[in-house]
Each structure stands twice: as C-alpha cells, then as structure tokens.
C-alpha cells in the first residue's frame, strides 16, 4: 500500500509514544526497587542497594518462585497434550459439534477468572471431596492453557494443509510415523510458541490460583500479594519483578525468532 | 500389539482416530470444568444455613431474584460493563495504529523488536504492574507530580484509575491479535488496491479493516473479559469502587454465601455467552 510519508511519520510516532508508556510504569518499577522510599514517592529522595540485597536472600521469594514453575510446566505440559489432540482433531476430521467443542476449549479463559476459581473450588472441595494442594492447582491451571496450545496449533495445521500428510500415507507411511515425520516436524514451533504462552498464563495467574491452591502452596503472584503491602517488603517485590522481566526477554526472543522462521516456511 | 498394526488397524477407520484424538480433552474439560460450572449453577438455587453457615440443599430463587431486581446489583452490573466497554474501545483505539505500524511498515528485524517489546511486559507480574500504578496515581506519585504544575490533579484512586490501570494491563493482549490480523492481510492486496486508484485510507477502509475485524474482535474478547470478572485492580487503585468480581469475593470470603456469589456470577456468565454468541460467527475465536 502507498503510506504516505506523514502516515508513516504519525504511526511511527504513536507506536514510539505508546511503547513509552507501556515501559513507563515498569520504569517506575525499576526506580523503586533502587530508591529509598518504601512507598514509591516521586521524585526517589535517593537510591540503595539494600532491597537487592534483601530480594536475593529471601528464601520465600525463591521457593515461591521453585513453586510457580513446577506449577506451569506441569499445566503446560497437560496442556500441549490436550490442545494438540484438540487441534488434530479439529483441523482434521469434519463431525457434528464443532463448534461447540471449540467453544468448550475457549470457555475456561473467557469466563472471568473468579468464575472459574469458585466452580473449580466448590467442585474439588464438596464434589469430589478432595483437599486443596498442588495438583488442585495444576489440574485449574491445565484446564484454561488448553486454548493458547490449540489456538496455535489449529492456525499452523490449517496453514500447512494436508496435501504432505496424504502423500507420506500415499507412499506407505501409517499414522504414527506420518505424524512423527511430517505432522510434528510442522507444528514443532507452533507447539512452542502455544506452551511458552500457556507457561506464562499460569506462572502469572492470582485469581483461579487464589481459590484452588493448597495451604501451603505459595506460588509467585500469591506471595507477591502477600508482601506486597507490607512496610519493607514492597521495594523487595519490586527488585524480584524487575529480575522477572527482564529474563523474560530470552524465551519470548527465542519463541519469536522459530515462529517467523515457520511460518515463510510453511507461507512458502 | 505393535504400533504399526495399531496404525494398520486405524488407518481407514476415520470415526475412531477422531474418536481417539477428541476424547481426552473433550473428558478433561468436561469432568473438570462443565461439571463444575454446572453444580456453581445449580448451587445459585440453594441457600445457606444462618447458624452453621453450611451450604443447604434446599431449593430456592431468592437469591437469583434479589440479584436480578437489587438495587446493588443493577447499579454494579452497570458500572462494570461501563469501565469493560470503555477499557475495551480504548484498548482498541490504541491498539489498531501500533500493530498497523509493526505488521505493515516496521522492516523485519524493527518488527522482531517491537513484538517482544510488546511481549515483554506480560512477563512482568500482574500484580507488580497493579502496585505500580498505585504509586502512578497516588498524591505523591508521578502523576501528580507531572500534572500539577499545570493546576492539575492526579485522578486518584477511584473509577478513573481502575480504567487506566486495566487499559494497560490487557493492552498487550488487544495488540497481538490485532498485529497478527494486520500481518494475514497480504502485501499484494492492498498493491491491488492502490493499482485500481485507491488511495491508502480508501484501502484501509474498503480492504483491510474488513480483514481485520475478527482480530479486532479477538483481541476485544480478552479486554471486555478480563476487565468484567476483575476484582484485584479494583481493590488496589479503585478506592471504594466496588466491581461484580468484589460482590462475588466479598460473598465467596467474608459474608461466606457461595449461593449468593454463585447467582451474582450468573451475571458476568450471562454477559460473556451473550458477547461469545454474537461475535461467534466472525471467526473471531480462532483468532485469540
């Protein structure tokens, strides 16, 4: 399309404004966990070390921490086998109710997360009578990740067509080997890009994670909530956030760079 | 068995490969999450015993009823579709110029950068971001201090705040959709376009903005819910401001009557399958 130079300048300058304000309170994040105001007052009266000091020898922060991944690694990994199945399914075979099913699938992260937190708790407490623990909480986290998994996984098999599958079962390959030598090869990145997002959904979830966690199962976010208000503890939140975003950038770079590659792969 | 004559025996019966490949996590959604959002339902009908506190059995639409015509909850229900809309149609606003400009005019590398830059604070702690915006707004915070040498005010902590605060949380959320729309919109279409005497905001209109619009909706399915069910953003930077998600927190924890909760979410539940239903035919939630 011919975008003319003003347009280009305009847009320019509106992506360049709103990414400024989308870092500007993470900025303020960042500040705070280096100033000496323990209520982030504006401007910082002055600056220390001492929260980094604190936030790298609080135990709870790191077991906290050992608590959220073991949570989202495990829904994710329920998750990529349940959306993957789902996705096949949906993008494959033609049958009554799909939409339907496509609905169910979207439904858990649709629904405000309260709704799902008290069903899920009502369910698991006088339902089927078990107590709260870790599982509780994986088996909820699971079960609204399904989507991000599917969402994926469903454009990359659409995109990618069946013509290759037919013709690996064409030339005598059965099902499985079709799938482990053509089918996966495809969807590898989609696949990662879909865990990556499940990942990040649950390692940041407080509200389902609020009713459906045991006593005793401090995950991240419910110990950020927990200290958060605390006279002393906030400037330690604050440096243990700072950490978190900036690590972040290594799987979301890695996850980007294997989707472009993919998909003018697949575009081709 | 091996997994060839597995494979063997699968291969021309389509019913059954189907049958293998959707039963899993149609079982897992169902067992978990259908049966569990129906007995919430169901639950909506009971009551509570005053004494115990105990869930009763006991079959009854008081609740539903109250929750229906109260007063409370129709002032309630109100403002928080209010601040979803609003938060939704500025996230929107914000939102399309930004992913017009990374999808179509950003090179290749500049357009890597800005999707993780985008990305990147989704990362960052829900709650820590919440917590940042307190200090934004509070009487000693940025704001306040950028603003008022003009005779201005920080807006504080009430209405205003929480639709700023949510605006920015799910703002990410509204673009990536957005972006991803923008980039399925081939090159070549809108060259066509301009070959047939188009001028660029005729093609914005008439070519892309039709393309776009089930990524628009898609990414509008994540603002309007995850601002309708909010409670936390509205207990930090809403002052008093009370949301259906505090009503429901309130009754689920202090007031302890998970049937009233239970017919108050009916709400939120109700507003979400009605938006669901009409955008469903857009293709809009395959694109989320």
Same mark, same amino acid.
């Given at each position: ?21 989308? *870092? ?12 000496? #105001?323990?209520?982030? @007052? ?15 020898? @609080? ?15 495990? #829904? ?14 949906? @993008?494959? *075979? ?73 013709? #690996? ?5 059965? /099902? ?25 959904? @649950? ?48 799987? /979301? ?16 | ?34 049966? %569990?959002?129906? $007995? ?5 009908? &009971? ?21 229906? =015509? ?12 209010? +601040?979803?809309?609003?938060? =939704? ?7 399309? !110029? ?7 005019? $950003? ?15 989704? &990362? ?20 306040? &201090? ?39 919109? !081939? ?6 376009? %301009? ?19 089930? $990524?628009?909706?898609?990414?509008? +399915?994540? %603002? ?42 009916? +709400? ?21």
């Amino acid at each position: 399309m011919q975008i003319g130079r003003v347009a280009r300048y305009v847009l320019g300058t509106i992506t360049v404004v709103v990414l400024g304000l989308i *870092y500007l309170p993470l900025g303020v994040v960042f500040l705070n966990s280096i100033s000496t #105001s323990e209520t982030l @007052s504006w401007p910082p009266p002055g600056f220390t070390l001492e929260w980094w000091g604190k936030a790298l020898q @609080s135990e709870g922060a790191f077991q906290a921490l050992g608590m959220s991944v073991l949570v989202a690694i495990a #829904s994710s990994l329920i998750a990529l086998v349940l959306g993957t199945l789902a996705a096949m399914a949906l @993008s494959r *075979y033609r049958f009554f109710g799909k939409e339907s099913v496509n609905l169910l699938i979207v439904l858990p992260i649709a629904l405000p997360g309260i709704v799902t937190g008290i069903a899920l708790n009502n369910a698991f407490r006088t339902l089927m009578g078990v107590q709260l623990g870790v599982w509780t909480l994986i088996v909820a986290h699971a079960t609204f990740c399904i989507v991000t998994v599917y969402n994926n996984a469903f454009a990359r098999l659409n995109a990618s067509g069946t013509r290759l599958e037919e013709a #690996s079962q064409d030339l005598g390959a059965g /099902l499985f080997t079709t799938f482990r030598l053509v089918t996966f090869p495809h969807l590898k990145s989609a696949l990662l890009a879909g865990g990556l997002l499940a990942f990040a959904l @649950s390692f940041d979830e407080i509200i389902v994670t609020t009713f459906t966690a045991g006593p005793g199962v401090t995950t991240l976010p419910l110990w950020i909530l927990q200290n958060m208000f605390r006279p002393n503890q906030a400037p330690v939140v604050a440096v243990i956030a700072v950490i978190l975003a900036v690590l972040s950038v290594v799987p /979301l770079a890695i996850a980007q760079r294997l989707t472009a590659k993919d998909a003018e792969a697949v575009s081709r | 068995m091996t997994t060839r004559s597995v494979s063997a025996f699968l291969a021309p019966r389509r019913r059954l490969q189907l049958a293998g490949l959707l039963t899993p996590p149609v079982l897992w959604l169902g067992l978990v999450y259908v049966v %569990a959002l129906a $007995a919430l339902l169901v639950t909506a009908f &009971w009551t509570v015993d005053e004494l115990t506190g105990q869930v009763q059995i006991e079959w009854t639409t008081e609740n539903v009823v109250e929750v229906l =015509t109260g007063a409370l909850y129709r002032t309630v229900t109100l403002r928080t579709l209010g +601040i979803a809309i609003l938060v =939704t149609v500025i996230d929107i606003i914000v939102a399309v !110029p930004v992913a017009f400009f990374m999808a179509k005019i $950003a090179r290749p590398r500049m357009r890597h950068l800005l999707v993780i830059a985008v990305l990147a604070p989704l &990362w960052a702690s829900y709650l820590v971001k919440v917590y940042a915006w307190r200090a934004l707004l509070s009487s000693e915070g940025l704001i306040e &201090w950028a603003v008022s040498p003009f005779g201005l005010d920080t807006p504080g902590y009430g209405i205003v705040g929480v639709v700023l605060t949510l605006s920015y949380l799910w703002l990410p959320y509204v673009i990536m959709p957005i972006y991803a729309g923008f980039d399925r919109v !081939p090159d070549r279409l809108l060259e066509a376009s %301009a070959d047939l005497g188009a001028k660029g905001w005729t093609t914005l209109v008439a070519v892309v903005l039709p393309m776009i619009r089930p $990524a628009i909706i898609a990414g509008s +399915i994540f %603002a309007f819910s995850l601002s309708l069910g909010d409670y936390i953003t509205t207990g930090i930077v809403g002052g008093t401001t009370q949301m259906l998600g505090n009503l429901v927190y309130t009754n689920v924890g202090a007031a302890n009557n998970l049937p009233l909760a239970a017919a108050i979410s009916l +709400i939120p539940i109700g507003i979400i399958l009605l938006y669901l239903a009409a955008v469903r035919r857009t293709g809009a939630l395959r694109s989320l």
